[in-house]
């Protein structure tokens, strides 16, 4: 059965400090990628996502970038973090082809920016 | 592009009662329609989804939606709350193009009163 890892789970860092969160899913080839942010109280927003290695869509301009170095490895980085970077980051896929769009979710990663 | 609305932040129910969220979305092509839900500090998981045919979808937990293309809508019902679907739900819209991108709502936080 696919299985997807997101880590840390929760960081605390401050202010221009650089960041990186990892994201791996198992048991699956070739899946389309996603990373999510969710600020308190807010819906999710669409930061990145992936169909292929080295393959990445950034859907909103911002301090944060995103690579796909293998085929079942997201990251997201920034070098700089901002206060308005804190929230809840998650990671999701999807079969890459043949599929009905349904996203499996990482459990997430709780970023506090200080 | 597309877009999610969901009416109402907050929902209050009593244990037993009708619950409904409402969702209404804006698509320029067919849609793929989807209800998640998030309990705290977790992942989102699927309850539901429409991709095609039948307009009355159900789900899991006894949750159930309804595809009104006339409407641009994508309600989630149960009949009867328990206290264990105290949650925040999400409807979320696919247009299966261009990497497959989810557009989510802002989330409705679903509360249960004993």
């Known amino acids: 059965s696919q299985t997807i890892h997101q880590w840390p789970a929760t960081l605390v860092q401050p202010v221009g400090s650089p960041l990186s969160l990892e994201c791996t899913v198992e048991?699956?080839?070739?899946?389309?990628l996603y990373w999510y942010r969710q600020a308190a109280g807010r819906g999710l927003q669409l930061l990145f996502y992936s169909v292929g290695i080295g393959q990445i869509s950034s859907e909103v301009p911002q301090n944060l970038s995103a690579s796909r170095p293998q085929d079942r490895q997201f990251i997201l980085s920034s070098k700089k973090l901002l206060l308005s970077d804190s929230g809840f980051y998650l990671c999701?896929?999807?079969?890459?082809?043949?599929?009905?769009?349904?996203?499996?979710f990482g459990e997430g990663s709780r970023l506090t920016v200080l | 592009a597309q877009s999610v609305t969901q009416l109402g932040s907050h929902v209050s129910v009593s244990e037993g009662a009708l619950v409904l969220l409402r969702c209404n979305y804006s698509s320029s092509v067919p849609p793929y329609l989807f209800w998640y839900v998030q309990y705290p500090n977790q992942g989102l998981q699927l309850l539901l989804k429409y991709t095609t045919g039948a307009t009355l979808v159900k789900g899991i937990n006894g949750f159930e939606a309804e595809f009104k293309k006339s409407e641009t809508s994508f309600h989630l019902t149960k009949p009867s709350a328990h206290m264990s679907d105290a949650a925040e739900y999400f409807c979320?819209?696919?247009?299966?193009?261009?990497?497959?991108?989810?557009?989510f709502g802002a989330g409705t936080r679903l509360f249960v009163k004993a």
């Open positions: 048991g699956t080839s070739n899946p389309n």
């Open positions: 999701a896929w999807t079969v890459g082809t043949g599929h009905t769009g349904e996203l499996f």
């Open positions: 979320a819209v696919s247009d299966m193009t261009g990497g497959f991108k989810t557009i």
